[in-house]
């Protein structure tokens, strides 16, 4: 997997996450949103009507573009802060 963006961050402390089927080493207190982004993640979540792949769009909680399911909850990647061990999973369609 390609990342589109640059990690400008390499010496930063990184912790173990979750997403989907995959563990990444992701840095610690980075947003998700921005750290999956990094590590080469472009689909958060599909939409419901024909199942488009949608990732991040604002990077500021507006667009609800980046939901992702931690814990069970639908949660906005973009406004979640990176932790060890924290798992999540692609959302499925809806906001
Ligand atoms: S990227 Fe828009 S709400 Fe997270």
Redesign the pocket.
Same mark, same amino acid.
């Given at each position: 997997m390609t990342a589109v963006f640059h990690d400008l961050t390499p010496g930063i402390r990184r912790v173990s996450v979750r997403f989907g089927d995959r563990w990444l080493e992701l840095p610690d207190g980075m947003t998700l =949103?921005a750290a999956l982004l990094a590590a080469g993640v472009s689909t958060f979540r599909r939409t419901p009507a024909s199942g488009a792949p949608r990732g991040?769009? /604002? $990077? $500021?909680? =507006? *667009?609800?573009? *980046?939901l992702v399911l931690i814990d069970g909850e639908r949660v906005? =990647? /973009?406004?979640t802060e990176v932790r060890d061990g924290l798992e999540a999973d692609p959302a499925g369609g809806g906001a």
């Open positions: =949103a991040p769009f /604002c $990077m $500021m909680g =507006a *667009c609800h573009d *980046c906005q =990647a /973009c406004m």
